[in-house]
T-cell receptor
Framework: DQQVKQNSPSLSVQEGRISILNCDYT??????FLWYKKYPAEGPTFLIS?????DKNEDGRFTVFLNKSAKHLSLHIVPSQPGDSAVYFC????????????FGRGTSLIVHP | NAGVMQNPRHLVRRRGQEARLRCSPM?????VYWYRQLPEEGLKFMVY????????ESGMPKERFSAEFPKEGPSILRIQQVVRGDSAAYFC?????????????FGDGTRLSIL
């Protein structure tokens, strides 16, 4: 029973183009969403987050969009750089008792020079 | 850079042995979380501890697994009588406060291999 789903295991993008990573969730109690980035043999690193009261949050090249009605969020990276190649995890947490984030399975992004 | 420190980075055990994984949270953090990542899967929550207390252990198997976070020293995840299925990467994270809007800071994990 996956409450947070990242349906694309991998994504390949050319350097300079936009990378769009998608995430769907099923639990309507989730009200805070996070993206983590993970390099091989390292732990996940927090990237960006968004509260359910917003529909967009931007930090430099990274923007997260939230569509609550569709229970869908996406991470946009513009422009993509080879150093962005990593596994990206979507996570969701809720104040309704389940404040510990639930993680998706991750999407492996490869940015080609 | 006093980030989350986990040791050992790699641990090899034979079936039936005990595995002890250690985690020192970031300076100033008193909330510790343990996750397990199986190959090709995401991070699965195991247990959440605050100093000397287990707050939520809903993700931890009822048998063979235990965790502690003593007043002094690191948090310990202990697996007794390990089996092949325990082979995974175990990540520890810490945060300064409890709450869904508090990003967790992760260590680099312990890769446990069971022979």
């Amino acid at each position: 029973d996956q409450q947070v789903k990242q349906n694309s295991p991998s994504l390949s993008v050319q350097e300079g183009r936009i990378s769009i990573l998608n995430c769907d969730y099923t639990n309507s109690m989730f009200d805070y969403f996070l993206w983590y980035k993970k390099y091989p043999a390292e732990g996940p690193t927090f990237l960006i987050s968004i509260s359910s009261i917003k529909d967009k949050n931007e930090d430099g090249r990274f923007t997260v969009f939230l569509n609550k009605s569709a229970k869908h969020l996406s991470l946009h990276i513009v422009p993509s750089q080879p150093g962005d190649s990593a596994v990206y995890f979507c996570a969701a947490a809720g104040s309704g008792g389940s404040y510990i984030p639930t993680f998706g399975r991750g999407t492996s992004l490869i940015v080609h020079p | 850079n006093a980030g989350v420190m986990q040791n050992p980075r790699h641990l090899v055990r034979r079936r039936g042995q005990e595995a002890r994984l250690r985690c020192s949270p970031m300076k100033g953090h008193s909330h510790v979380y343990w996750y397990r990542q199986l190959p090709e899967e995401g991070l699965k929550f195991m247990v959440y501890l605050q100093k000397e207390n287990i707050i939520d252990e809903s993700g931890m198997p009822k048998e063979r697994f235990s965790a502690e976070f003593p007043k002094e020293g690191p948090s310990i995840l202990r697996i007794q009588q390990v089996v092949r299925g325990d082979s995974a990467a175990y990540f520890c994270a810490s945060s300064s406060n409890r709450g869904s809007n508090q990003p967790q800071h992760f260590g680099d994990g312990t890769r446990l291999s069971i022979l």
